[in-house]
């Protein structure tokens, strides 16, 4: 397995941000990962994470002021989700999840998994995650989850929307454009990708979570040239937009980002309070119904 790219592991010491988020504020996008020797990376994965346990993220949840979270199973554990549905089993209702499905999954266990916390599925569109999935086999089981009330999560480039256009618009169930479409952020504002990512976002059934500064910023530490872009899609949908971490940063090429550096990016996103009830509190609350006392 020695040419499976290893990632990088993240910043080890979270600084403690200055700006405090607001009580049932959500990480709506970010990962857990092994420990290898408990929960094993899939043997055809693309890559190799370091691992980053839950008692690590609980750790860096209290450092950061956050008490929900959206744990998304990524590709390195392939369609084994047990280790999001432990760690969400072990939160006493403030943690959800979505979940890696393949086709050959039964209805019994898409409703273990509902049972479990999962309220959606998640597909690659990226060219360096595998490209384009099964068509037939995405449509078979976004079909399948829509007795569920779940949703889709969709990992495209935004240059790629345009291709997907018709068929985002048939989709039965929402779904959500993780990253903010990664769109450079050198290539402006008035860039044609992020033009249809704005677009898109305008569908009633379209989500879009503002995480991933530091994978579209061209300017680096602390990643403020993604700011416009956050903005610009909180101005298109307020009520369907999410926040995340994207702890503990996969695939990161340059800049490992300080997750306390992203919190403090949330009010020069969203400069205005009642925004930031909204997409850090209510918009995850309404989708994924956390259970617990803070709601």
């Not at 990088?8 to 970010?30: E, I, R, S």
């Not at 086999?137 to 480039?157: N, Q």
Request: net charge negative.
């Amino acid at each position: 397995m020695s040419d499976i790219p290893v990632c990088m592991a993240p910043d080890p010491d979270t600084k403690t941000p200055k700006f405090q988020p607001p009580p049932g504020a959500c990480d709506a996008h970010c990962h857990i990962f092994g420990p290898g020797a408990v929960y094993p990376y899939a043997p055809d994965r693309s890559y190799t994470p370091p691992d980053a346990p839950l008692a690590r993220f609980k750790e860096l949840q209290t450092t950061l002021g956050l008490s929900r979270a959206v744990l998304v199973n990524a590709s390195c554990h392939g369609t084994d989700n047990t280790v999001i549905l432990d760690a969400i089993a072990q939160s006493g209702g403030s943690y959800r999840g979505v979940a890696n499905v393949g086709k050959s999954i039964s209805d019994a266990e898409l409703a273990q998994l509902n049972d479990g916390g999962i309220r959606g599925i998640r597909f690659n569109f990226v060219q360096h995650l595998g490209g384009t999935p099964d068509m037939d086999v995405f449509h078979d089981l976004v079909e399948r989850i829509v007795p569920l009330g779940w949703h889709v999560v969709l990992h495209f480039d935004a240059a790629d929307l345009l291709d997907f256009g018709a068929m985002l618009r048939s989709l039965p169930v929402p779904f959500i454009i993780d990253h903010m479409g990664r769109v450079p952020t050198r290539d402006g504002l008035d860039q044609k990708p992020f033009a249809i990512l704005l677009d898109t976002a305008r569908m009633d059934n379209c989500w879009i979570k503002i995480c991933g500064a530091e994978r579209i910023s061209s300017a680096g530490p602390p990643f403020m040239d993604a700011a416009p872009f956050a903005q610009a899609v909180l101005e298109v949908a307020p009520d369907r937009t999410l926040w995340g971490t994207d702890w503990p940063h996969p695939n990161i090429k340059r800049h490992m980002p300080n997750d306390g550096d992203l919190v403090d990016l949330i009010p020069l996103f969203m400069p205005d309070a009642a925004l930031r009830q909204k997409v850090l509190v209510d918009n995850p609350h309404r989708l994924y119904g956390f259970s617990d006392a803070l709601a």
